[in-house]
């Protein structure tokens, strides 16, 4: 019988998170400076709180739920 390490697989799942947001972040990053050079405060918080979410998304309180490697292949935070 094959034992699967669960908290092994949620840290490769939360690395599979940061390596799918890097380029949604990076693209937030030139979003953020345009608004920077055009002085839009509201377009400034919003992408934030875009970026914010991107960050948050490895705390996503399901992954630490998953009791197995099929319902921590089934969450999505992105």
């Known amino acids: 019988?094959?034992?699967?390490?669960?908290d092994k697989a949620r840290e490769i799942k939360r690395d599979q998170i940061r390596a799918e947001r890097d380029p949604i972040l990076a693209a937030l990053d030139v979003e953020f400076?345009?608004?920077?050079?055009?002085?839009?405060?509201?377009?400034?918080?919003?992408?934030?709180?875009?970026k914010q979410a991107l960050r948050d998304a490895t705390k996503h309180p399901a992954i630490d739920a998953a009791q197995t490697p099929e319902e921590l292949k089934q969450v999505n935070p992105l």
Not at 1 to 6: A, G
Not at 36 to 44: H, N, P
Request: charged share 25%.
């Open 1 to 6: 019988m094959i034992t699967v390490n669960m």
């Open 33 to 50: 400076m345009r608004a920077v050079e055009q002085g839009d405060t509201a377009k400034q918080a919003e992408v934030s709180a875009k």
